[in-house]
Nanobody
Framework: QVQLLESGGGLVQAGGSLRLSCAAS????????MAWFRQAPGQEREFVAA??????????YNADSTKGRFTISRDNDKNTVYLQMNSLKPEDTAVYYC?????????????????WGQGTQVTVSS
């Protein structure tokens, strides 16, 4: 069974930082594109960042709203993907979801991902 387990969410003041983790099991981690999405109440699920392992190369893609503030990374030995979030803003408040896709296409669309974690809450106060 495939499982994605997020952790690291919490309450932080604007300008602060959080590091989210997503531990994956039940899949060949290095073969999957990993991504983070977020969803605020009443809003659509929004793409945050994705990371692809292509041989020895690692390619990352960020939403415009998170470029320069959020950094996605992965540790294939630990089957874990991370999201380092700096300079947090109140508008970053959302449930953050980890996702896995067997392909390298359609990375910004939630329908492209086969597996999802349960989400972790990030709240940024002003």
């Amino acid at each position: 069974q495939v499982q994605l387990l997020e952790s690291g969410g919490g309450l932080v003041q604007a300008g602060g930082s959080l590091r989210l983790s997503c531990a994956a099991s039940g899949l060949t981690f290095s073969s999957y594109t990993m991504a983070w999405f977020r969803q605020a109440p009443g809003q659509e699920r929004e793409f945050v960042a994705a990371i692809i392992q292509s041989g020895r190369a690692t390619n990352i893609y960020n939403a415009d709203s998170t470029k320069g503030r959020f950094t996605i990374s992965r540790d294939n030995d630990k089957n874990t993907v991370y999201l380092q979030m700096n300079s947090l803003k109140p508008e970053d408040t959302a449930v953050y979801y980890c996702a896995a896709s067997p392909s390298t296409y359609g990375l910004g669309y939630s329908s492209s991902y086969s597996y999802w974690g349960q989400g972790t809450q990030v709240t940024v106060s002003s």
